[in-house]
């Protein structure tokens, strides 16, 4: 499911949703000329402590046994700066979150 057809989604993240998928459709349509990786956070953000319990998925869309998708801001710096030291999404997007993993996830980030 995509976070434009979840329902509840806040007005003010709507327009980030909507723009998300058109840059990482160029992303990989430019794949070839640039190295780049594309990070889905979850879809929210917040202060919170760094817990060092983030998980990364591929496909899925991470949420906790609530149905929230949330990670605090240390643990979304940990999770992008680790994608950058150790490279294993390179030419694809990835997404981190707190919580359980779903379908397709590739695991503890």
């Given at each position: ?53 983030s998980?990364?998925?591929?496909a ?50």
């Amino acid at each position: 499911m995509r976070l434009l057809d979840r329902p509840g989604l806040p007005w003010m993240y709507r327009a980030e949703a909507l723009d998300g998928p058109e840059t990482l459709k160029l992303r990989r349509s430019e794949g070839q000329r640039l190295v780049w990786t594309y990070v889905s956070p979850a879809i929210e953000i917040g202060p919170g402590e760094r817990t060092g319990r983030s998980r990364t998925t591929l496909a899925q869309m991470l949420v906790d046994q609530d149905g929230k998708s949330f990670i605090s801001v240390d643990d979304y710096a940990v999770a992008v700066l680790d994608g950058l030291e150790k490279p294993r999404h390179v030419g694809r997007r990835f997404g981190v979150a707190h919580g359980w993993r779903q379908g397709g996830d590739e695991g503890a980030g």
